[in-house]
T-cell receptor, first 113, second 111 residues
Framework: DQQVKQNSPSLSVQEGRISILNCDYTNSMFDYFLWYKKYPAEGPTFLISISSIKDKNEDGRFTVFLNKSAKHLSLHIVPSQPGDSAVYFCAAKTQGGSEKLVFGKGTKLTVNP | NAGVTQTPKFQVLKTGQSMTLQCAQDMNHEYMSWYRQDPGMGLRLIHYSVGAGITDQGEVPNGYNVSRSTTEDFPLRLLSAAPSQTSVYFC??????????FGAGTRLSVL
């Protein structure tokens, strides 16, 4: 039973446009959400996160939106750059669930010049 | 500023062989974890540790052992490798926040 779902395996966007990556979850006990970016042959790197008490968090070109009622979050990248081409993982944890980050399967973003 | 260091980067084993994947962090993080990544599966938690001397199982612990004798090191042992353990393995650590920092990974093939 997949608790964190990224239903789009891939996404292709033109440079300068907005990239929107989506993530759905089923466990209402999740209280913290993270986005990781992964390049080939490298480990995942932390990108941005959001607590369940917020509905938006922004860091430069990256914004994460959380809709708790819909159990949905999204990562917006504006403007998209070719260097943003990578696999993006959505992850979630429950309150007090120390190490148990639950990951989605990832979305491969390609930003075309 | 090394962060999380994993060795080796690549390894090929024969079925039944044993090996240890090494993981070390220099950030004085209490929490460390091992994940595996398989095609189309995302990252799945194998084992984790909340401090020296304390370990616990994650989602897919079978076939793996861990120990945590120091804060810095968290080795993952495969006692008898199987083809199903062919994967990319990532070690991660975190401090007081929920953000985990990952190593570069070990790509393991079991023939």
């Amino acid at each position: 039973d997949q608790q964190v779902k990224q239903n789009s395996p891939s996404l292709s966007v033109q440079e300068g446009r907005i990239s929107i990556l989506n993530c759905d979850y089923t466990n209402s006990m999740f209280d913290y959400f993270l986005w990781y970016k992964k390049y080939p042959a490298e480990g995942p790197t932390f990108l941005i996160s959001i607590s369940s008490i917020k509905d938006k968090n922004e860091d430069g070109r990256f914004t994460v939106f959380l809709n708790k009622s819909a159990k949905h979050l999204s990562l917006h990248i504006v403007p998209s750059q070719p260097g943003d081409s990578a696999v993006y993982f959505c992850a979630a944890k429950t309150q007090g669930g120390s190490e148990k980050l639950v990951f989605g399967k990832g979305t491969k973003l390609t930003v075309n010049p | 500023n090394a962060g999380v260091t994993q060795t080796p980067k690549f390894q090929v084993l024969k079925t039944g062989q044993s090996m240890t994947l090494q993981c070390a962090q220099d950030m004085n993080h209490e929490y460390m974890s091992w994940y595996r990544q398989d095609p189309g599966m995302g990252l799945r938690l194998i084992h984790y540790s909340v401090g020296a001397g304390i370990t616990d199982q994650g989602e897919v612990p079978n076939g793996y052992n861990v120990s945590r004798s120091t804060t810095e090191d968290f080795p993952l042992r495969l006692l008898s490798a199987a083809p199903s353990q062919t994967s990319v393995y990532f070690c991660a650590s975190r401090g007081s926040t929920a953000i985990q920092y990952f190593g570069a990974g070990t790509r393991l093939s079991v023939l």
